[in-house]
């Protein structure tokens, strides 16, 4: 195997690959990049065994072929070497040499034989279905934070994917708040089962995705496919029940006021320079105004009053201020809309206006 | 028997007899009768987990070297600990306590403290209902159990030793006094060797000699912990010692040595079975924590609880194992140890404390999910076990052999 390529074209790829190997993991072929060489082009694969992902990058081919090595030296390798092409070559002894053109260098790296990598899935051209670039990203951003990481709840260790009457609903739920979003997809999408898709796929995707035209989408049994931009990337799925998220999502709240954006993040930045491990803030609300204040502690409190359009009687109550910032950074709109009905149901957050998501999250225990 | 239907409140202690070697002979019928020494092995460096009381006549005793044991009763027979099957059968006989009451407190995999306060109204005299118990464990589970009723949690306590094995004896509420007047000073709950000694200097040898003392006076001689304990425990006044047990929310677990241990290497061996003892609970109770609680009681009874909230939940006994004996070994300057204890406070997820559910916790799919996620826990916690128990107890040769 032999070609040349750009150092800026291939270090961006192989960047990326070095993301999708697990560094915790002992080093075995999993740390390793695959690269194969054919037809002036370069096909780069890398996979965790959950989460794989392939590019293809245009290069001159000399010699066909492929190979794999440690990802991470190869990695720090193309970083350490200045902008031009680079000439990359296997030797017989399973040894894979590293040239800049023109430049006295020269790195050779152990290989391994690109046939102890695993075997990558693939679904079959006529599984995939079109979906627009931008809608979907930003249906992730909306909804990835919310993820549960407790392992013991793994069936919440993702966002659940849905069709609904032909639109895509996203849901990601840690037991406590909820965010979701529906797509505008004019009731076109084609069928699929719900499936539940681990945040690492989508944070690359929303990382990798250039936001213009669509990306391809296929769900099989186990794994999930994203094609887009020359790239291709897959994970298996969380198999499990997400749970019964319709139920929790509150039908009608008796109260409902609208706050600045802006203002209340910045609120909720300060006071919870104060607010202790436990995250609790407390929101007492009384006409037209908001007081958000961090519990009494050894090092002090922080109170913050905010105008708001409630009306109502005076009611307290307390929150994970991370439930309230994780989705303020997300949502769109100079104002949002918060509704609930008593201080000990789950409250829901919309922009304003109305558009395709919300975030639901249960208030703490008072006292 | 009409008594004490008083309103007074009524505790039951359950302590199943010679627990770990009693669960040996009745699955192996042929070892009746014989000297069975759980733990350790005659050319190990272990420690004895448990005997019989077969073993017991030789003056065998838990946390002993097992080569001492080999030499007290050459004809015992050595066994391995099946912590799993113990787990099991304890497991079954708690769930047959729990059934008498709600108020059943697990104090370690073989003892248990009922709370039966007001029970004898409904369901007849405390003494057959202690009968009943250890009938049904004994047709059951083919185990005899010890159970002490009194008034208080210490006095039941004290009652359950009072005939073991197979004990049954209440101390009615007029003659509490009697009843600690009549033992022996070591067998007074909570008193060590050393403080006996110290005891006897001071020329108190009996429980009568123990009360005629002032609080002060004890509080001089013997520090105002021992002190103060010893004051009340003579006269049968429970000092609270498990009174904390009710409002805990915690999986824990405690045990006595047989002798003061002052070897570093039999306490670690010791913590880790008892580690393993807890997360098996928490895996069995759902219950998890993020503070892991550590408690060691010397031979003055000075004890020292430690604890450590980690970054998450502790979810293995290795990570159980590694912060206890971290948590003990901060804390141990070598002064000879009479209890350890371990524990995980499960709930107070720190962040997510006072933090209901969105899904309540009535979501069945939920709930079962997460029982299979961790029987698949369980058993992969099986194997890590035996890798780390065996890892322990070559790395105690080694150090055997370096010195």
Same mark, same amino acid.
């Given at each position: 195997?032999?070609?040349?390529?750009?150092?800026?074209?291939?270090? !961006?790829?192989?960047?990326?690959?070095?993301?999708?190997?697990?560094?915790?993991?002992?080093?075995?072929?999993?740390?390793?990049?695959?690269?194969?060489?054919?037809?002036? =082009?370069?096909t780069?694969?890398? =996979?965790?065994?959950?989460?794989?992902?392939? =590019?293809?990058?245009?290069?001159?081919?000399?010699?066909?072929?492929?190979?794999?090595?440690?990802?991470?030296?190869?990695?720090?390798?193309?970083?350490?070497?200045?902008?031009?092409?680079?000439?990359?070559?296997?030797?017989?002894?399973?040894?894979?040499?590293i040239?800049?053109?023109?430049?006295?260098?020269?790195?050779q790296?152990?290989?391994?034989?690109?046939?102890?990598?695993?075997?990558?899935?693939h +679904?079959?051209?006529?599984?995939?279905?079109?979906?627009?670039?931008?809608?979907?990203?930003?249906?992730?951003?909306?909804?990835?934070?919310?993820?549960?990481?407790?392992?013991?709840?793994?069936?919440?260790?993702?966002?659940?994917?849905?069709?609904?009457?032909?639109?895509?609903?996203?849901?990601?739920?840690?037991? !406590?708040?909820?965010?979701?979003i529906?797509?505008?997809?004019?009731?076109?999408?084609?069928?699929?089962?719900?499936?539940?898709?681990?945040?690492?796929?989508?944070?690359?995707?929303?990382?990798?995705a250039? @936001?213009?035209?669509?990306? !391809?989408?296929?769900?099989?049994?186990?794994?999930?496919?994203?094609?887009?931009?020359?790239?291709?990337l897959?994970?298996?799925?969380?198999?499990?029940?997400?749970?019964?998220?319709?139920?929790?999502?509150?039908?009608?709240?008796?109260?409902?006021?609208h706050?600045d954006?802006?203002?209340?993040?910045?609120?909720?930045?300060?006071?919870?320079?104060?607010?202790?491990k436990?995250?609790?803030?407390y929101?007492?609300?009384?006409?037209?105004?908001?007081?958000?204040?961090?519990?009494?502690?050894?090092?002090?409190?922080?109170?913050?009053?905010?105008?708001?359009?409630?009306?109502? /009687?005076?009611?307290?109550?307390?929150?994970?201020?991370?439930?309230? &910032?994780?989705?303020l950074?997300?949502?769109?709109?100079?104002?949002?809309?918060?509704?609930?009905?008593?201080?000990?149901?789950?409250? &829901?957050?919309?922009?304003?206006?109305?558009?395709?998501?919300?975030?639901?999250?249960? /208030?703490?225990?008072?006292? | 028997?009409?008594?004490?239907?008083?309103?007074?409140?009524?505790?039951?202690?359950?302590?199943l007899?010679?627990?770990?070697?009693?669960?040996?002979?009745?699955?192996?019928?042929?070892?009746?009768?014989?000297?069975?020494i759980?733990?350790?092995?005659?050319?190990?460096?272990?420690?004895?987990?448990?005997?019989?009381?077969?073993?017991?006549?030789?003056?065998?005793?838990?946390?002993?070297?097992?080569?001492?044991?080999?030499?007290l009763?050459p004809?015992?027979?050595?066994?391995?600990?099946?912590?799993?099957?113990?787990?099991?059968v304890?497991?079954?006989?708690m769930?047959?306590?729990?059934?008498?009451?709600?108020?059943m407190?697990?104090?370690?995999?073989?003892?248990?403290?009922l709370?039966?306060?007001?029970?004898?109204?409904?369901?007849?005299?405390?003494?057959?209902?202690?009968s009943?118990?250890k009938?049904?464990?004994r047709?059951?589970y083919?185990? =005899?159990?010890?159970?002490?009723?009194?008034?208080?949690?210490?006095?039941?306590?004290?009652?359950?030793d009072?005939?073991?094995?197979d004990?049954?004896?209440?101390?009615?509420?007029?003659?509490?006094?009697?009843?600690?007047?009549?033992?022996?000073?070591?067998?007074?709950?909570?008193?060590?060797?050393?403080?006996?000694?110290?005891?006897?200097?001071?020329?108190?040898?009996?429980?009568?000699?123990? !009360?005629?003392? &002032?609080?002060?006076?004890?509080?001089?001689?013997?520090g105002?912990?021992? @002190?103060?304990y010893?004051?009340? +425990?003579?006269?049968?006044?429970? /000092?609270?010692?498990?009174?904390?047990?009710?409002r805990k929310?915690?999986?824990?677990?405690?045990?006595?040595f047989?002798?003061?241990?002052?070897?570093?290497?039999?306490?670690e061996?010791?913590?880790?079975?008892?580690?393993e003892?807890?997360?098996?609970r928490?895996?069995?109770?759902?219950?998890?924590g993020?503070?892991?609680?550590?408690?060691?009681?010397?031979?003055?009874?000075?004890? +020292?609880?430690?604890?450590?909230t980690?970054?998450?939940?502790v979810?293995?006994?290795?990570?159980?194992?590694a912060?206890?004996r971290?948590?003990?070994?901060?804390?141990?300057?070598?002064?000879?140890?009479?209890?350890?204890?371990?524990?995980?406070?499960?709930?107070?997820?720190?962040?997510?404390?006072?933090? /209901?559910?969105?899904?309540?916790?009535?979501?069945?799919?939920?709930?079962?999910?997460?029982a299979?996620?961790? &029987?698949?826990?369980?058993?992969?916690?099986?194997?890590?076990?035996?890798?780390?128990?065996?890892r322990?107890?070559r790395?105690?040769?080694?150090?055997?052999?370096?010195?």
């Amino acid at each position: 195997m032999k070609f040349t390529c750009e150092r800026d074209v291939i270090v !961006r790829e192989i960047s990326v690959a070095q993301e999708i190997i697990s560094s915790r993991n002992v080093l075995s072929i999993l740390s390793n990049v695959l690269l194969l060489v054919d037809d002036n =082009t370069l096909t780069i694969r890398a =996979t965790d065994l959950k989460v794989s992902f392939e =590019t293809q990058i245009p290069v001159e081919v000399q010699e066909a072929g492929s190979t794999t090595v440690f990802c991470d030296k190869l990695l720090g390798i193309l970083r350490s070497l200045p902008s031009g092409d680079i000439e990359f070559e296997t030797s017989q002894s399973e040894t894979f040499v590293i040239r800049p053109l023109f430049r006295k260098i020269d790195f050779q790296l152990k290989s391994i034989s690109s046939d102890k990598f695993p075997e990558i899935q693939h +679904a079959g051209d006529d599984q995939f279905f079109e979906f627009s670039q931008s809608q979907l990203i930003e249906m992730i951003s909306q909804t990835v934070f919310a993820v549960s990481d407790d392992e013991t709840r793994y069936f919440m260790n993702g966002v659940y994917f849905e069709n609904i009457d032909g639109d895509m609903v996203m849901v990601a739920t840690d037991g !406590r708040r909820l965010s979701y979003i529906r797509s505008d997809s004019d009731g076109e999408l084609p069928d699929f089962p719900g499936i539940i898709v681990p945040p690492k796929i989508l944070s690359m995707i929303r990382k990798l995705a250039s @936001g213009e035209g669509n990306i !391809r989408i296929a769900v099989s049994e186990k794994t999930v496919f994203f094609h887009f931009d020359n790239q291709k990337l897959s994970s298996s799925l969380i198999e499990g029940q997400f749970p019964n998220y319709q139920r929790v999502i509150p039908d009608e709240q008796k109260y409902s006021f609208h706050v600045d954006r802006s203002e209340l993040s910045e609120a909720l930045r300060r006071v919870s320079l104060l607010v202790e491990k436990s995250r609790r803030i407390y929101l007492k609300l009384s006409e037209g105004s908001i007081v958000i204040s961090s519990e009494q502690s050894e090092v002090g409190v922080a109170r913050e009053e905010l105008e708001c359009s409630y009306e109502g /009687p005076e009611t307290l109550m307390a929150l994970n201020f991370v439930y309230l &910032t994780e989705p303020l950074k997300v949502m769109q709109g100079d104002q949002i809309e918060l509704q609930f009905t008593e201080p000990t149901k789950a409250m &829901t957050l919309y922009s304003v206006p109305k558009t395709s998501y919300f975030h639901i999250v249960m /208030p703490m225990q008072l006292d | 028997m009409n008594t004490d239907q008083t309103g007074d409140p009524l505790f039951f202690h359950v302590d199943l007899d010679a627990f770990y070697a009693s669960v040996e002979q009745r699955d192996n019928p042929t070892l009746l009768g014989k000297a069975v020494i759980v733990g350790g092995d005659r050319n190990l460096r272990g420690v004895v987990s448990a005997c019989s009381y077969e073993a017991r006549k030789y003056g065998v005793h838990s946390a002993m070297p097992a080569a001492e044991a080999a030499r007290l009763c050459p004809e015992a027979v050595f066994l391995p600990v099946r912590m799993e099957r113990y787990q099991e059968v304890s497991e079954g006989i708690m769930k047959l306590l729990a059934s008498a009451t709600p108020a059943m407190h697990q104090i370690s995999i073989d003892e248990a403290f009922l709370d039966m306060s007001g029970t004898e109204r409904l369901l007849g005299p405390a003494v057959d209902q202690a009968s009943r118990l250890k009938r049904l464990v004994r047709t059951e589970y083919g185990l =005899t159990a010890s159970i002490g009723i009194a008034r208080s949690r210490l006095l039941a306590k004290m009652a359950s030793d009072y005939r073991k094995p197979d004990g049954l004896y209440r101390v009615h509420r007029d003659e509490e006094e009697r009843f600690v007047a009549s033992l022996d000073l070591k067998d007074l709950w909570g008193l060590g060797k050393k403080t006996r000694i110290r005891l006897a200097q001071l020329g108190i040898e009996t429980v009568q000699d123990l !009360r005629a003392q &002032t609080e002060s006076h004890l509080r001089g001689h013997l520090g105002p912990s021992t @002190g103060t304990y010893l004051y009340k +425990a003579c006269r049968g006044i429970d /000092p609270g010692i498990f009174a904390s047990l009710s409002r805990k929310h915690s999986v824990s677990t405690e045990t006595t040595f047989g002798h003061d241990v002052t070897d570093w290497d039999t306490v670690e061996t010791v913590l880790l079975q008892l580690c393993e003892q807890v997360m098996y609970r928490c895996f069995r109770a759902n219950a998890f924590g993020f503070t892991v609680t550590t408690k060691v009681r010397t031979e003055d009874f000075h004890t +020292a609880s430690r604890q450590k909230t980690l970054k998450r939940r502790v979810q293995s006994v290795d990570e159980l194992f590694a912060t206890a004996r971290a948590l003990l070994a901060a804390g141990w300057d070598g002064t000879p140890v009479r209890l350890i204890g371990v524990g995980v406070v499960s709930d107070t997820t720190r962040v997510n404390r006072d933090q /209901p559910d969105l899904f309540g916790s009535a979501d069945d799919s939920d709930t079962k999910k997460r029982a299979v996620e961790e &029987t698949v826990w369980r058993l992969r916690e099986r194997l890590g076990v035996a890798v780390h128990k065996a890892r322990a107890l070559r790395d105690a040769q080694n150090d055997g052999e370096n010195t």
